[in-house]
């Protein structure tokens, strides 16, 4: 079965620095997201991304974060300049197309800012 | 940001037992999804509810959208150890391109 893989599965940066996060949708699908799940605390939209750009983003996604299609099948997310308030379980997730279709979750990437 | 409040945030019970937890919004959404996620894992989803006063079943869980598509309730039958992990509910919000999780309801199903 088809699924959501990201890269890495642990990220450990010290503050002020830029990571990476990396996402490879499910080949098909057209609508990509990624959210952030602090320990503990629920599930939070970042961002969502259809046709090459941004479709929505919620007020935690500031000037600090970017994402990114480089290649047709990655998508990235950027943070530029890590805070510690920044550490938490990154999921992207992917889905063919709007309502009713389903989202795929990728199994996460855990950044631990220090 | 539209929030959803579960309820309860934890629940222990014996195996066999029934049980009921509810997400509940003062927001409409234009969908409710319900979604179960393990320790370390993404959350996968398990149903979406598209219509107000909706009913759908998977084997011993029922879901419903509630008529004004504000809250939604998750009802399981019997519940089973393997029934043990986090239940998610999520809104759709009007353009189809934002989710919101709400707080999550932990749940452990004593053998």
């Known amino acids: 079965e088809p699924e959501v893989t990201q890269t890495p599965s642990h990220q450990v940066t010290q503050m002020g620095q830029e990571v990476i996060l990396r996402c490879v949708p499910i080949?098909?699908?057209?609508?990509f997201y990624w959210y952030r799940q602090i320990l503990g605390q629920k599930v939070e939209f970042l961002v969502s991304f259809y046709n090459n750009e941004i479709s929505e983003k919620s007020e935690i996604f500031d000037d600090q974060f970017s994402v990114e299609r480089p290649d047709g099948s990655n998508f990235t997310l950027k943070i530029r300049s890590t805070k510690l308030e920044d550490s938490a379980m990154y999921f992207c997730?992917?889905?063919?197309?709007?309502?009713?279709?389903?989202?795929?979750f990728g199994p996460g990437t855990r950044l631990t800012v220090l | 940001t539209q929030l959803l409040e579960q309820s309860p945030q934890f629940l222990s019970i014996q195996e066999g037992e029934n049980l009921t937890v509810y997400c509940n919004s003062s927001s409409v959404f234009s969908s409710l999804q319900w979604y179960r996620q393990e320790p370390g894992e993404g959350p996968v989803l398990l149903v979406t509810?598209?219509?107000?006063?909706e009913v759908k079943k998977l084997k011993r869980l029922t879901f419903q959208f509630g008529d004004a598509r504000k809250d939604s309730s998750l009802h399981i039958t019997a519940a089973q150890p393997g029934d043990t992990g986090l239940y998610l509910c999520?809104?759709?919000?009007?353009?189809?391109?934002?989710?919101?999780f709400g707080t999550g309801t932990s749940l452990t199903v004593i053998p």
């Open positions: 999520a809104g759709e919000g009007d353009t189809g391109n934002q989710f919101y």
């Open positions: 997730a992917s889905r063919e197309g709007q309502r009713t279709d389903t989202q795929y």
């Open positions: 080949s098909n699908h057209l609508y």
């Open positions: 509810v598209v219509t107000g006063g």
